[in-house]
């Protein structure tokens, strides 16, 4: 479960900023606490069936001159020259119970998956550390499989990505911030095939033999909102994901051409 909780808290950080102020870029920031959060989402992108969590929360927030963990996840400050920055990123899968897909039973499970890679970024108002800020990105990471007793090639994951944050309140000693994105995925053959691939030895007469190859894997546009007064930390988001065009769109995998994932946390700030 402590595996779990860590990957939702990147999936909320990767949608809202829980910070709605401008911090001294010399000047390390701690933050810690504790809270519950609620995820709503597909088993996996292009699945019918849903997965629905509440758990408890750790609360943290970090950022010195080089190092971020927030809006953006786990995040590592490389380089800038004037309005671009260059940084180093990481995100998570939840794994996927085949037993719990009618279209996957019988197949492999799909393990833990992490992504790290770089990410350039051109900023158009604001910069790293304002409350209100828009940019471009770019992106590259490496994907790889794991239950933590292996280690395993997943591919890798691509694209390009638009984001604006605005502070949309500010009275009272509270801030509400409001951030929308929208991304253009792609993804490596290894990649496809692990989602959407049907090996011969898999299939039955529910699925056919498919094998998956490299290129667009799907859009998703995603908005969400914090809102902070004190130690009082509220958030919450919603993502649409649509596989319109996707290169597997016609692996029998796929049973849907959309997904939509919907979270909201609380936590208590002690620190």
């Given at each position: 479960m402590s595996s779990l909780r860590c990957f939702i808290l990147l999936i909320l950080l990767?949608?809202?900023?829980?910070?709605?102020?401008?911090?001294?870029?010399?000047?390390?920031?701690f933050e810690y606490g504790a809270g519950v959060f609620a995820l709503s989402t597909s088993q996996y992108t292009g699945?019918?069936?849903?997965?629905?969590y509440l758990v408890p929360l750790p609360y943290f927030y970090y950022q010195?001159?080089?190092?971020k963990v927030n809006r953006d996840g786990l995040l590592g400050h490389l380089w800038q020259l004037e309005n671009i920055t260059l940084d180093f990123s990481f995100s998570a899968n939840i794994p996927v119970k085949s037993a719990e897909v009618d279209l996957r039973k019988g197949m492999p499970d799909i393990d833990w998956t992490f992504q790290a890679g770089p990410a350039l970024k051109y900023y158009l108002s604001g910069q790293q550390y304002s409350s209100e800020k828009s940019y471009f990105e770019v992106f590259s990471r490496k994907v790889v499989m794991t239950d933590f007793s292996y280690l395993d090639n997943a591919g890798w994951q691509y694209g390009a990505s638009y984001l604006s944050q605005s502070l949309i309140a500010n009275q009272f000693n509270a801030n509400l911030t409001w951030q929308n994105r929208l991304t253009v995925n792609f993804a490596t053959d290894d990649f496809h095939q692990l989602y959407y691939g049907v090996d011969k030895k898999y299939q039955s007469n529910i699925r056919e033999a498919y094998t998956s190859h490299g290129g667009y894997l799907h859009s998703s546009i995603s908005s969400g909102v914090v809102y902070r007064k004190g130690s009082l930390w509220l958030a919450g988001f919603m993502m649409y994901r649509n596989l319109q065009g996707m290169k597997s769109e016609d692996s029998p995998l796929v049973e849907r051409k959309d997904?939509?994932?919907?979270?909201?946390?609380?936590?208590w700030i002690i620190r």
């Open positions: 990767s949608f809202v900023s829980n910070k709605s102020y401008s911090a001294p870029r010399n000047k390390p920031i699945a019918n069936s849903r997965k629905n010195n001159e080089h190092i997904n939509i994932s919907i979270g909201l946390g609380m936590a």
